[in-house]
Nanobody, 123 residues
Framework: QLQVVESGGGLVQPGGSLRLSCAAS????????IGWFRQAPGKERERVSC????????TYADSVKGRFTISRDNAKNTVYLQMNNLKPEDTAIYYC????????????????WGQGTQVTVSS
């Protein structure tokens, strides 16, 4: 069964850091693009970042540029989202999703979605 599983969420104070992990099972991440998304209560889902397959091209939402970094470790079949200088507005459920090849323009083109991990930024 092909699936991705997120981990690493939690409660952190403003200005703090978290690293989220997206682990794949049932397939090799090398050939897949991975996107990170978030959805806060009452808000639409937002694509936070994406990393393409072999060329490693990355994209970021303007709201997280300079604070979040996406990376991949193909040996561990895992993609990470390092989140620094967290703000209360970063509070959301964070999801990862996979699609074969490059980061697509439309979110519905991602094929495999995780269940999400909660990130709460609060003092």
């Amino acid at each position: 069964q092909l699936q991705v599983v997120e981990s690493g969420g939690g409660l952190v104070q403003p200005g703090g850091s978290l690293r989220l992990s997206c682990a794949a099972s049932g397939f090799t991440l090398d050939y897949y693009a991975i996107g990170w998304f978030r959805q806060a209560p009452g808000k639409e889902r937002e694509r936070v970042s994406c990393i393409s397959n072999s060329d490693g091209v990355t994209t970021y939402a303007d709201s997280v540029k300079g604070r979040f970094t996406i990376s991949r470790d193909n040996a561990k079949n895992t993609v990470y989202l390092q989140m620094n200088n967290l703000k209360p507005e970063d509070t959301a459920i964070y999801y990862c999703a996979a699609v074969f090849g490059f980061c697509p323009s439309m979110d519905y083109q991602f094929d495999y979605w995780g269940q999400g991990t909660q990130v709460t930024v609060s003092s």
